[in-house]
């Protein structure tokens, strides 16, 4: 199975292209320095060889924010991402291998919430929150409204192995639920939960990127969405300042390609019905 | 569902609820839409009230917002008159027989309790009263959104049947044809949909609208035309809608053509299509079955996707500043328009949720499995 992944061109290109965006975002500033309090020039500064990529609104260095936004934009993407996997995997798991009333109330929950818009829930959230909005929180509200969807779709697969013989074999010997679930259903699904951790890593980071752009981003820090935020609120564009927002816009592009295709790429391995 | 009147076939009077489940027993459409308005009732009433108490949960009131920014300049007594009129406006305080602000002892406005604001809330809301927006006091919230709601619905509708309807026939071409038809269609669909909204919206107004001037960039119509229907304002109009509508109809199209390529593909491996072909079936017939198959799950797609797709086109209404309900939210955020944010967003749920519902139907009508009443409720 991990040798179909590896001869995959697609799962190579996605994981490396986001292995690079890690590695950069984790190494660079140990590297060089990064300054993002500081102006060190005009606004809209073009780049030169002192500043990769000019100058924002405020003169302050572009390559540093970006760098900086890299950062939190993964750095919400894998707590947001990690959060709704969780709380999605556990209602899900639960819910399809337990059945019954409490799988019920689960189920209704989930759609109830699937169908509500996440980003009008987070709108809203973020707008009453006014102070207190850090990145963390962000990266918790988002784990916590997005997890919906993974819940239904591993609830689907945990159900399907709740009947088959090794699972029954295991409850006629008497194994209580816990050692069942993660002994006889939580590795049958691993490869799905991962691709489910994927897709959600991406989507929290386009839903911060999102709920930035629209003037509801942290406040403690510099994202991606941020950048993206304050280029189109003082007229980059009109400007005609692409290193403001095009270097940004690209890396958002290329993180979120990155785990599509890796997720494109492990689903036809693990599925050959669709090749 | 077995009644009573089955197992006495001997009763004349039937009992209001056996005769009711004998009717949707027979009628299974109408059991499935009866159903599903019933979940959607509920659905509703949830949405309806976080909408109401998520605004409520941060400590500032709108009034003390208001207060913060128009208080300054005022001396204390019109400050105070004005602080009375906004507390009334959004009640927040009880109201004694004559209309005024009860007060306790120490003068303070006596405040209403969540249940009763709750309740105002509803009744307001139902009567299409979403109350005044702050920023632009006193203009009704309702009138804003009237303003910003046809443009929305004219960028969003069209582009999401229209990408929808493009995505899927190239998601069935490609699978049904594979060879050179694939090896295009899926990778551009690949990129295509990987791509988020706005940054695609970026780059077009960046590339089109600023460096080489092809389109307008920005706004809705040309600044000295006003929205009317004239020839001049819909040319004016429809210079400006191509940006946009290309930004989100071609990520639209990607996410389809992906989806119903491997439904098709799936659907072609299925033992019923090769029964089919062994039995000599006509091929156009077998294709038929086929794509009626793969349709359905895609229909549910385009709901769920009516939700994700909002908030996507909101953002790029923000890049366009294109005059529609992102806007109004976008310029309600900055200000602190607590009305206007909760205005729009109760209606941007309601018309995702009626979107859902509706594609809900017409599986209804088109699932053969509901039609036969032997569909397990979804």
């Known amino acids: 199975m991990f040798r179909g992944l590896l001869r995959s061109p697609g799962f190579i290109l996605g994981v490396g292209l986001f292995a690079l965006t890690l590695v950069a975002a984790l190494l660079l500033p140990l590297l060089m320095p990064l300054n993002v309090e500081q102006r060190v020039g005009l606004a809209y500064t073009p780049p030169s060889r002192e500043h990769w990529l000019g100058t924002d609104h405020l003169g302050i260095d572009m390559w540093s924010l970006l760098v900086h936004g890299l950062r939190s934009s993964l750095y919400v993407g894998l707590l947001a991402g990690t959060v709704a996997t969780l709380v999605g995997t556990l209602i899900g798991v639960y819910g399809g291998y337990k059945g019954g009333l409490l799988d019920d109330i689960l189920t209704v929950a989930t759609n109830l919430f699937l169908v509500i818009p996440t980003l009008i829930v987070l709108i809203l959230l973020s707008s009453s929150l006014d102070e207190g909005r850090s990145l963390t929180l962000i990266a918790l509200l988002i784990g916590l409204t997005t997890w919906t969807w993974s819940a239904r779709a591993v609830r689907a697969q945990s159900s399907s192995l709740r009947h088959r013989d090794h699972v029954a074999l295991a409850r006629i010997n008497g194994y209580g639920t816990f050692h069942i679930v993660v002994l006889h259903i939580l590795p049958y699904l691993a490869s799905y939960i991962f691709m489910v951790f994927i897709l959600q890593t991406a989507s929290g980071i386009l839903t911060e990127a999102s709920i930035s752009m629209l003037g509801l981003g942290p406040y403690d820090s510099v994202s991606l969405g941020t950048i993206l935020n304050e280029a189109i609120r003082n007229e980059a564009l009109g400007d005609g300042a692409w290193w403001a927002f095009l270097p940004a816009t690209m890396l958002v592009t290329v993180i979120a390609f990155s785990l599509y295709i890796v997720n494109t790429a492990m689903e036809s391995v693990f599925n050959p019905r669709l090749r | ?378």
């Not at chain 2, 006596?110 to 249940?115: A, C, G, I, N, Q």
């Not at chain 2, 619905?153 to 069935?172: E, S, Y």
């Not at chain 2, 033992?271 to 086929?290: N, P, S, T």
């Open chain 2, 1 to 378: 569902m077995t009644t009573g009147s089955q197992e006495q076939p001997g009763a004349v009077v039937l009992a209001p609820e056996a005769r009711s489940s004998r009717l949707l027993d027979s009628h299974p459409v109408l059991a499935h839409i009866l159903g599903r308005a019933g979940w959607y009732l509920i659905t509703f009433m949830v949405a309806v009230t976080i909408n109401f108490v998520l605004p409520r949960l941060g400590d500032s009131s709108p009034v003390d917002v208001i207060m913060a920014r128009a208080g300054a300049n005022l001396d204390a007594a019109t400050a105070r008159e004005q602080e009375a009129t906004y507390l009334k406006e959004f009640g927040l305080v009880q109201l004694d027989q004559q209309g005024d602000i009860r007060r306790d002892a120490a003068g303070k406005p006596v405040p209403t309790s969540l249940p009763v604001q709750f309740a105002r809330y509803l009744m307001l809301s139902a009567q299409g009263d979403l109350g005044t927006s702050i920023l632009q006091y006193p203009r009704r919230v309702s009138e804003i959104i009237a303003g910003a709601l046809p443009w929305t619905l004219a960028l969003q509708l069209p582009t999401i049947v229209f990408g929808w309807l493009v995505g899927n026939t190239l998601g069935a071409l490609a699978a049904y044809f594979r060879g050179v038809f694939d090896r295009v269609i899926y990778p551009a669909a690949l990129l295509t949909s990987a791509i988020p909204a706005f940054c695609l919206g970026i780059l077009l107004v960046y590339v089109f609208g600023i460096q080489l001037e092809w389109l307008p960039a920005v706004g809705g119509y040309d600044e000295g035309i006003l929205p009317s229907f004239s020839y001049a304002f819909l040319a004016s109009a429809s210079h400006y809608y191509l940006l946009p509508f290309v930004s989100i109809f071609v990520i639209i199209v990607g996410h389809q053509a992906i989806g119903m390529r491997s439904m098709c593909i799936y659907e072609l491996g299925t033992d019923y299509v090769r029964y089919a072909k062994l039995l000599g079936m006509q091929e156009r017939k077998i294709v038929r079955y086929m794509f009626r198959n793969a349709m359905l799950p895609q229909l549910t797609g385009l709901a769920l996707a009516l939700g994700g797709m909002v908030g996507g086109a909101l953002v790029a209404e923000m890049i366009f500043s294109y005059p529609g309900l992102g806007m109004a939210i976008l310029t309600a955020i900055q200000g602190n328009d607590y009305p206007v944010i909760t205005g729009c967003t109760l209606l941007v749920t309601v018309c995702v949720l009626c979107a859902n519902f509706g594609v809900d139907l017409l599986i209804g009508l088109l699932d053969p499995r509901v039609r036969s009443g032997r569909a397990a409720s979804r």
